[in-house]
């Protein structure tokens, strides 16, 4: 078959592209879902008791608002990085957020250090929260991972690190408005050991698979 005729061939039977929204307005959809399904989740599960005096405190609402914006940032930076061209450092764009929503750690380590006492974070892993752990992450992180496949990155690996990370952060979030101990560190092992094998995974795929 000549060149010019393959070319029509192909032509004919070509369907229009749809083209992908920004990753601005993907993860806006993205987080109009996924914030419903996370508090639905933590409702089911029974808001704690003391979160009126949680809600309170500075520090708690400051945690909360950080768990939010490193959710939304990292949706956004793992969405545009499945578009080719788009430079690495959008990676970065969670990380403001993120650093205060993981102060929030460090600051109730220092707390729980002085007032052995009242630790939550230092008294055991809480292990008990897994079940719930898995149920809250389950819908946000699959329907991201699902709108990051529509992308065409060559390299798929750290969208789908970011991808975790804002998962995690909203699973957090979550939890904190039902679980009166803070199972944030946990959530993160969870998502991230969970995250990571599929990024391996998908790493080791062959390029044409």
């Known amino acids: 078959m000549r060149?010019?005729?393959?070319?029509?061939?192909?032509?004919?039977?070509?369907?229009?592209?749809?083209?992908?929204?920004?990753?601005?307005?993907?993860?806006?959809?993205?987080?109009a879902l996924a914030i419903p399904v996370v508090g639905a989740i933590a409702l089911a599960m029974g808001l704690r008791a003391d979160l009126g005096l949680r809600?309170?405190?500075?520090?708690?609402?400051?945690?909360?608002?950080?768990?939010?914006?490193?959710?939304?940032?990292?949706?956004?930076?793992?969405?545009?990085?499945?578009?080719?061209?788009t430079p690495r450092l959008w990676a970065l764009l969670p990380v403001p957020s993120m650093l205060v929503w993981l102060g929030g750690f460090g600051?109730?380590?220092?707390?729980?250090?002085?007032?052995?006492?009242?630790?939550?974070?230092l008294s055991g892993p809480h292990l008990h929260c897994l079940p719930d752990i898995a149920v809250i992450t389950a819908i946000p992180t699959t329907v991201l991972l699902l709108m990051l496949r529509r992308g065409a990155c060559l390299?798929?690996?750290?969208?789908?690190?970011?991808?975790?990370?804002?998962?995690?952060?909203?699973?957090?979030?979550g939890l904190s408005l039902a679980h009166p101990e803070d199972s944030g560190l946990l959530v993160l092992i969870v998502?991230?050991?969970?995250?990571?094998?599929?990024?391996?995974?998908?790493?080791?795929?062959?390029?044409?698979a």
């Open 3 to 31: 060149t010019d005729d393959l070319i029509l061939s192909l032509s004919q039977d070509a369907r229009p592209v749809r083209r992908l929204a920004p990753p601005t307005r993907r993860a806006l959809g993205w987080f």
């Open 55 to 85: 809600m309170a405190e500075p520090a708690f609402v400051i945690q909360l608002i950080a768990c939010g914006l490193t959710a939304f940032c990292a949706a956004i930076a793992g969405l545009a990085l499945t578009i080719p061209g």
């Open 155 to 173: 390299e798929p690996r750290l969208p789908v690190m970011l991808g975790g990370l804002a998962a995690a952060a909203l699973a957090h979030g």
């Open 107 to 121: 600051r109730q380590c220092v707390l729980e250090w002085l007032a052995p006492e009242s630790g939550e974070l």
């Open 191 to 208: 998502q991230f050991l969970a995250i990571g094998l599929l990024a391996l995974v998908i790493g080791a795929r062959p390029r044409g």
